[in-house]
């Protein structure tokens, strides 16, 4: 595993559960995280359970015993990182976005594809996927259970950058983080919806703002744990805020469905406020992640009089990933979509198939964010999101 | 009052009750109802509680025991009733929107300016600014509880022409109603959220969609009420649906909030989901007219280990309205908006005090209406809206 | 009608509204109203809309065009304005609860018998039942949607008097008032629960409580709304608070059902949380007047992994009522309960229906009462509920 | 750790999570675990990362690399095991209920004060008291942010054994269990609210009830996953449920608090809802399991137009330890109330600390339930809950 910050110690987890609660045909060994800093990385490493530690990537590439990277670094690294794993015939999880740029992406996705013609498996980690309330959500959409797509409405919202004393962290630096609350949430939402759907954006309208311009230099901070007190400092330093605060855009999709599309990180009082309402023909689903073990479900075939969203608490046996849990109520939390992830790659590695999303899918929505980007700084024109092309695609 | 169907029975309950509530310099007598059926009207008349009926709304406008007309009839007859009751010297509440276009509200505005000057009242029926709980949400807002307006999110969801069968009402043809989901619901939203903020939009992006192109031509229809077996007839002679379904817009406020909106009548499930949020610098509040007795409110000034959002029952004397009305707990209902219109109205009448919203008000809502539908016109762009003349704002 | 504070108030819209909206072959007449204090009551005829008013209720009764007495006064006044209206040929709506004692309440009910085999109708203001989430809720337990039910939780939690400083109001006293949280609100639950699972409670476990027992007297007083600013006064004069704040009780129902039953005035933050749960073998059922336009119901026989607690916004025309109010999602408020027990008597009264609850089902409501006061008062042992004699039930 | 099914799994997680995302003095080694039959606890050894397994619990006991014994067996056996290993100097997790029997909980409570001398800790497993939530919920009444404690409401509902086919699993078998759904779940809400409110139930009256009487005999069980397909087999042997289906009781507490406590597994819909709600003088509090990453509060203090419930979502880094986990917003799961009780535990092993719940406070418990069916054998009159010797407590 490349990066032990937040999505590291998340997938740390996930990676020494998914043997302990899944039946699987391969066993997890947790053989080297690496990092920048020796002794951080050694402390890391002692701490979430891995055997060794390095400071330089390359050396796992390389080394016979690994069979997986695991990238978990800053987005403005992946590109590197995860090509050169494909090409030593590693398999690769990447966390999202997939990269800061196009090119680098298609390169990615060029190179997956590649290393999947040698049997090398590649995915990229949307972990919301994997939550079992979507992962039904997207069954019963592709059940048919709400008919025809109409409308798709999707928030991200976060407030941890409200303060204007709150420092200017990676998370807030364009070169590192390629953009702000868009590609960091909405990235989320519109890979999330996709999957529910079963549609993809076609075009997009946008529309971005960064609120506070200028902002403290931090002094040091990992995750999104940075705090003021923290990282603030003596104040005098400041910088500038080189990525959107929230990011606003209608959709069309491919199957006939519009959407609206909002990724911020200024909606005060809401923490981790993922939101996706989908209303069909027959019925409609909602999720809110503040509330993840729940999916509301309006089914419109019911008698008029009886019909209403049902709270379907989503920790029954029959629900995705649930029977190797609890008993029905005993709801899980945000880490376990990780744990689902690494069942769903180790399975899939095992037995041969192809893990989703796969690179392709993540640049697809790449090239989503792209028109969102391109849209907004051309005057909210209407704009197509450009093709994966054939070669990558296939 | 001219009309009596959906808005008209409304409004009677309304003139009914103001005075056995709430204490008022004068005492409503509810003199005459006016429809183009000499038997509906009739019916009606004695129904809602008017001492008389007629089918011509001249006679209405010229009769010295009459100071105040109640336009409920739809957009395209609101601007000829209204400029002839305000040249006749009387008092005019309008419903919304206001007119069908622009130019008939601009003259309606006109109108009502030099009415204004004559000590006649005019105003313009956006009912939902009177449900206590919004009420409450602007004294919040312009009290400073949540700072600087970041965000706002409104959507106005509804599904009741979902059905393909459903007939085309004239809430469906562009002639009668000017626009479909946009000015019957939309204008709500976009009314609500300028009141509530303080701020008005000053351009948009938008898209709207009519999923539905064709429908059975009805027998009879008033209200929202017509169902499909009532009015679907032989489902052989079909027309065209003239209106939006759905419309979506981003908008920039003049105060530096950005926003998203949604007016649809395909949101299965949702019947009458007027939502807004708005989050700001210090905090958030946000209401949901489905659960219209409660509003939320996030102080962001507490306490970090108990900040959250506190549900608001606004049913405590202290509330805007409430003394007038039941102990604490004790919900009010849709109608009861209407009733403190009113009761507004009355007093604005009574203390020479000027209602709103004005006609100057309710115009620049169709300003924004109009901005929308001429972004969604042309591909989405980035459009602003016309600003109000000088001579109608003074 | 008698009195015409809150219990008036609330009457008096029913009254006023309920040919508006409902069609019936009776015209309501609204004739006199009668009250203590002939200013007050003068006052309140003008507001309240009633033609005349008195001050000696018994000029009411023997009125040749005066079709039905309402009795809103409270409890101490109830049989005795109720025993001479039956007897002098009225129709009677009567509050609850029925009567402040048992030996009252019977003799009530036996008036009621007889005047009934002379085609005089009765009622007991049970209004909760009138709200439509409540009538469907009996509705769809009546028709086996829940199957056979094991279990009753209802609570109806107040919290006006947790100040020690509101002041000593009638609803304190129980001279007046019979008892205090048990007969003002338990009186509600025991009915509504009787009603809606179609059994009846045949013992009772219970425990009751007072907080405060002494209070500033107050200086006046009227509905609930007696606030401590208002009435409080010096401060230096107390009385003895003679009834209970707070009456918890378990029981058994005859159709096997067990269940747990909580009123309160000193649930702090619960204004009029009246919430009742019933649970069966094929479902539940699950109501909370705070949210009075919503009722929640979970089917144990749909396909498990989309079984939850589906949230049924009664507002459908279909349900019950509604087809007479505004569209679907336009939610109505506490007095519709009134203006629908109103419609319900007023139809009884015309086709020579026997409206409920009579005075007999609300002998047995004073019956638990009873039972629940006697265990209270003797280390809260197992205690039958007294049989309603046969005479009367009949 | 003696036990490896529902309970055992779910410490197992615990354990093996500790140290990965707490900073503790001591490092946890999971040695062995034994169970009955030989070839299952060899398989979850494997599976729940165990180093040995043994079926000779004894062994365990005295064997010198083992500093703890996790005793998770049903309770039958919990005094044996728990009192053997005190005696040989190992420190305690037991999980609850402590005993079957008062007899054998003060034997084990006497046990544990003799072992606390000798620097042995003992603990009880009532896990939800960990739940970030509901210490929060302790924490607030504590510092007395809601005044004078008046009400406790608390319920247990679940639905596990609705169907009467459902297999007379170990859990229905008065010998291994004690009680049902009294002892298994009606303990926790006994704990909970002694735990929270810092006040202890005093006596009781009761009522229990057993809806399904016989019910077919298991061919195979554990945890609570038995389903009867499972378990039902041929279906033509029965056996006699010996357990309480449902427990409801009403309270008081030494404080002056009284209370009503249900605990059932007929709640048809609710799969885990233990729900409390607290109300005091100055403000309340109420808990619902299934969104157990929120706490209601309500401020009495607040100026009266702004109070409301509020939901704070329990995932700041302030709150209750979590700032060893995810950002704000990203919520837990139910197995992590055992990680923070086995990190309580460590730390207070480490420290020489005394960790709670300790024996002592289980065996006050115990002394509750056995009010509780005292009171429901005899005809639900008041029944006082038996002290705890002097010598135990102390």
């Given at each position: ?12 987890q ?22 920048r ?50 090409a ?44 079992p ?11 048919g ?47 999330l ?45 400041t ?8 990011a606003?855009f ?26 996706v ?16 073990n ?11 009089g009886?019909?209403?969203?049902t ?46 999303p ?37």
């Open positions: 595993m490349v990066g032990y910050a937040f999505m590291g110690a998340a997938h740390s996930a990676w020494r559960t998914v043997n302990r609660v899944f039946d699987l045909p391969l066993h997890v060994r947790m053989t080297a995280v690496c990092g800093d020796e002794a951080n990385v050694a402390a890391a490493a002692a701490r979430l359970g891995w055997q060794e530690h390095t400071t330089d990537w390359r050396s796992l590439v390389t080394r016979d015993d690994i069979d997986l990277i695991d990238v978990c670094t800053p987005g403005d690294s992946h590109a590197e990182i995860a090509i050169a794993a494909l030593a015939g590693k398999h690769v999880l990447c966390e999202k976005p997939l990269a800061n740029t196009i090119a680098e992406a298609r390169e990615m996705a060029a190179a997956a594809a590649r290393a999947e013609a040698n049997g090398v498996r590649s995915m990229c980690g949307f972990n919301y996927r994997r939550v309330a979507v992962t039904l959500m997207r069954r019963m959409v592709a059940d259970r709400i008919g025809e797509i109409r409308h798709i409405r999707a928030v991200y919202l976060q407030d941890w950058i409200t303060d204007p004393q709150f420092p200017l962290v990676w998370r807030l630096q364009k070169d590192k983080a390629g953009s702000g609350a868009l590609g960091d949430i909405g990235a989320h939402i519109i890979d919806t996709q999957f529910v759907s079963g549609q993809r954006i076609t075009g997009v309208t946008a529309l971005t703002e960064t609120f506070v311009k200028e902002r403290p230099l931090p002094q040091a901070s990992s995750g999104l744990s940075a705090s003021t007190e923290e990282n603030g400092g003596s104040g005098t330093a910088g500038p805020v080189t990525v959107d605060d929230a606003l209608l959709a069309r999709l491919d199957g006939g469905a519009i959407a609206t599309y909002e990724a911020t990180r200024f909606a005060t009082g809401r923490k981790n406020g993922l939101r309402e989908i209303n069909g023909s027959r019925g409609s689903v909602a999720f809110d992640f503040e509330r993840m729940e999916l509301e479900f309006y089914d419109a075939t019911e008698p008029s009886e019909q209403g969203f709270r379907i608490l989503v920790t029954e046996p029959d629900h995705p990933y649930l029977s190797a849990w609890w008993p029905p109520g005993h709801g899980i939390g945000y880490e376990h979509a990780f744990t689902h992830q690494a069942r769903d790659l180790v399975e899939a590695i095992a037995t041969g198939g192809s893990p989703t796969s690179f392709a899918d993540a640049l697809q929505v790449q090239l989503v964010l792209d028109a969102v980007i391109r849209s907004a700084d051309h005057g909210s024109g209407w704009t197509d999101v450009e093709p994966i092309l054939a070669e990558v695609a296939a």
